[in-house]
């Protein structure tokens, strides 16, 4: 086979313009081997750029022939981009009789004639050209003219940019969609990794997370904050509220106070109403007030003083200084630093002095004393003296443990059957608990009416009051949640979640907040007095008295402007400092006439605005 011989023609197929330009042409050979071949053939066809050795730039693989008189007629066409760029160009042609053999490849390679350069457009003599523009004269991405002083310059007022430093002056613009970002500062105050998350200085307040409360809040009035450096020094603090991480944080100055774990009161300044609860509770509480402090640290290190009260784990850790005290469970503790009514109660009480009270041992001596004296060596009776299981005061038990349950105050507790791990403080504070279990209800009636329901944390007076069943809730503030049935709720704040019955997995923050819910389930209300009507689910509202009336809806304040880089946003949304960007491929905004009719703007792909009239939205 290799001895055969090849005569070639090449016919190129011209009519029609070439049809769309194709690279496609025709080829004509002959194969002989001493003689005309006859019979199917496949062929392989490489283009080259010589006449010898190099790589293929293309190649067509077992096309089928079948030889007249040693005569065959292709159609070949070859798709690489560079397949014909003016340069010389060289086909090598293998054979064989069919896929089980192996090709046997001809020399020498056939160079093609100049047919196939014809293929270019009608008007080829632009073909390196756009609309007449020189192909030199484009720019690409990395082009130094995209930067160099042509107008617009770079940082022209002329366009909207995206700036890492300050911001680009006159530049505001609206958006109606969802916008995406790795940081975005909102001026008012929304940022994340640049710190700071929510916030809402001045009258009212919020702030949420990071470096809650800074700079330094101006004005104060109702606050609440939720997280990190929460309170960070807040000037001029009020009713306050302080959840979480470093809670109080130099609080300035003073307020209602309220602080929720880890460092809770840290360095409170200037003390007033207090009242801590968790991690470290009082943490060096500088100045006093009238405090109470319940759980891990409690009053660790109290600084001044003030009416005291402290409840578990490490309790009063040897107040300083002084004043009215109590102090029950956990290490208990006092035994100096200017006690005044001392008091103990419970797990390592000690007390040692002023005008005492100490139920509990320090060291097994099981000594107890009173206003007055008493002193017992061995055994002593009384009227009645309920030691076994309670306290009572007047026959009303006062305080009892068993069953892994610490009920310390008036009636409470007084129906538990089979409930175990709760802890309620304070009169009638889970009056009605049968067989829930894992509870603690902090404060006159909390919890009052719970019956069966488990692992719930009330604080404040009658908070949670009429939930019977519900279970997993945690309500913090004076009222909040007392007519709740449901489950997995957050309430947090003076009379939050009054109205909310058998709703459950909402969450409302600040004082009087989600009043209105009944029923609604997935809702959240942040802000002083902040509802979301009656019945909703997944609907949200925040800012003082925002209100949100639809389900799947978010709220932004009451009748407020919101503003988006802007410290004071002159309409009800405005934006500064960025681009808007609607996603959704053929996404429209709606605008209202005038006359109340609706129209909606649209971008074609050519980048045409239009409107048409459309439904206006209920």
Request: proline share 2%.
């Amino acid at each position: 086979m290799n001895h055969r011989h090849i005569v070639f023609f090449v016919v190129l197929l011209s009519a029609v313009a070439l049809r769309a330009q194709t690279g496609a042409f025709t080829y004509q050979g002959r194969l002989t081997d001493n003689a005309p071949q006859g019979g199917s053939y496949l062929l392989k066809f490489e283009l080259y750029d010589a006449a010898g050795g190099g790589t293929p730039i293309d190649t067509l693989t077992d096309v089928p022939v079948t030889l007249e008189n040693g005569v065959f007629t292709v159609e070949l066409n070859f798709t690489a981009l560079n397949a014909f760029d003016g340069g010389e160009r060289f086909l090598q042609i293998s054979v064989r009789h069919n896929a089980s053999e192996n090709y046997v490849t001809l020399s020498p390679r056939q160079k093609i004639s100049a047919a196939p350069y014809a293929l270019r457009a009608l008007t080829s003599e632009n073909a390196l050209r756009i609309d007449g523009v020189p192909a030199s004269q484009l720019v690409r991405e990395g082009d130094t003219r995209l930067s160099d002083a042509r107008m617009p310059v770079a940082g022209s007022a002329d366009y909207i940019q995206n700036r890492f430093a300050t911001p680009q002056s006159s530049t505001n613009f609206n958006i109606s969609g969802t916008g995406t970002a790795d940081v975005f500062n909102a001026w008012s105050q929304i940022n994340m990794n640049g710190a700071q998350i929510l916030s809402n200085r001045g009258n009212a307040n919020l702030f949420l997370g990071i470096n809650t409360g800074t700079p330094a809040n101006s004005a104060g009035q109702l606050n609440t904050y939720v997280g990190a450096s929460t309170g960070f020094s807040t000037t001029t603090a009020i009713a306050n509220s302080f959840f979480g991480v470093d809670a109080g944080e130099k609080t300035t100055t003073g307020g209602d106070n309220s602080f929720f774990g880890v460092t809770a009161g840290n360095m409170n300044i200037d003390g007033t109403r207090n009242s801590f609860f968790g991690r470290a509770a009082g943490q060096n509480n500088t100045n006093g007030g009238d405090n109470s402090f319940f759980g891990a640290l409690a009053g660790i290190g109290n600084t001044s003083g003030g009416n005291n009260a402290f409840f578990g784990n490490r309790a009063g850790l040897a107040n300083k200084t002084g004043s009215n005290n109590t102090i029950v469970g956990g290490l208990a503790n006092l035994a100096s630093d200017n006690l005044t009514y001392a008091t103990a109660i419970g797990a390592g009480a000690v007390v040692a002095a002023s005008n005492t009270i100490v139920l509990g041992r320090a060291n097994g001596a099981d000594t107890v004393q009173i206003p007055g004296s008493l002193s017992v060596g061995g055994s002593f009776g009384a009227s009645i003296f309920n030691a076994g299981q309670q306290f009572n005061l007047g026959g009303n038990r006062v305080f009892s443990a068993s069953g892994g349950n610490t009920f310390a105050g008036f009636e409470n507790g007084n129906n538990n059957t089979s409930g175990d791990n709760n802890s309620f403080f304070g009169s009638l504070t889970g009056a009605s608990n049968t067989t829930g279990g894992n509870n603690s209800f902090f404060g006159r009636e909390s919890g009052n009416r719970n019956t069966t329901g488990a692992e719930n944390s009330f604080f404040g007076f009658g908070s949670g009051y009429w939930t019977m069943t519900g279970n997993f809730n945690s309500f913090y503030g004076s009222g909040s949640g007392p007519n709740n049935n449901g489950s997995d709720n957050s309430f947090f704040g003076r009379s939050s979640g009054a109205g909310n019955t058998t709703g459950s997995r909402n969450t409302f923050l600040g004082a009087a907040s989600a009043y209105v819910n009944t029923t609604g389930s997935y809702n959240t209300a942040i802000g002083f007095s902040a509802d979301v009507g009656q019945n909703l689910n997944n609907a949200t509202a925040i800012g003082a008295n925002a209100t949100v009336t639809r389900s799947d809806s978010l709220s932004l304040g009451n009748n407020a402007n919101v503003g988006i880089g802007t410290s004071s946003p002159a309409e009800r949304l405005q934006v500064n400092g960025g681009n808007i960007y609607i996603s959704t491929r053929g996404g429209a905004v709606i605008l209202t006439s005038p006359n109340g009719s609706c129209f909606l703007l649209t971008v074609s792909n050519a980048g045409a605005l239009t409107t048409q009239p459309t439904t206006c939205p209920q």
